[in-house]
């Protein structure tokens, strides 16, 4: 059984939930710009898993995963703080373009390797969008 598929309105309560996420990612109030410029980069890449045609659950996981991915890429300011300089685009990119993603704390081995699944999902989102 492949799933319900994901409908535009599911996709609209993705979007309007991810609108919280720079405020979850951040440490300092300084992350929060840096967490909008994520999300900006983000949001076409889920606008794009529903154009595919993905089932519901499938949509779903990508999200989570890519909440997690963005997090991640927050939570490192705390050890290379000169990287919030960089621009949502080139966090985002250089987080994923190993088509891996970033080492997450505290992950079991399954929750690393779904969210470097993702991680190759953004990847190649963004190679083929020329971003």
């Known amino acids: 059984m492949s799933g319900r598929k ?14 919280e996420w720079p405020r979850s990612w951040a440490c300092c109030p300084e992350d929060v710009p840096v967490g909008e410029a994520l999300l900006e980069q983000l949001e076409p890449f889920i606008r794009d898993l529903y154009a595919r045609g993905l089932a519901q659950r499938t949509t779903r996981r990508h999200l989570d995963n890519a909440w997690v991915i963005g997090g991640e890429i927050i939570r490192r300011f705390g050890l290379y703080p000169e990287e919030r300089e960089k621009s ?7 987080a994923v373009r190993d088509d891996e993603a970033p080492l997450i704390s505290g992950a079991t081995e399954a929750e ?14 963004l190679k083929k969008t020329g971003d």
Do not use: C, P
């Open 112 to 125: 690393q390797n779904s969210a470097d699944a993702t991680a190759r999902k953004i990847h190649a989102f």
């Open 88 to 94: 949502g685009h080139d966090l985002l990119y250089e």
């Open 6 to 19: 994901t409908t535009a309105k599911h996709v609209e309560a993705y979007l309007a939930q991810m609108k």
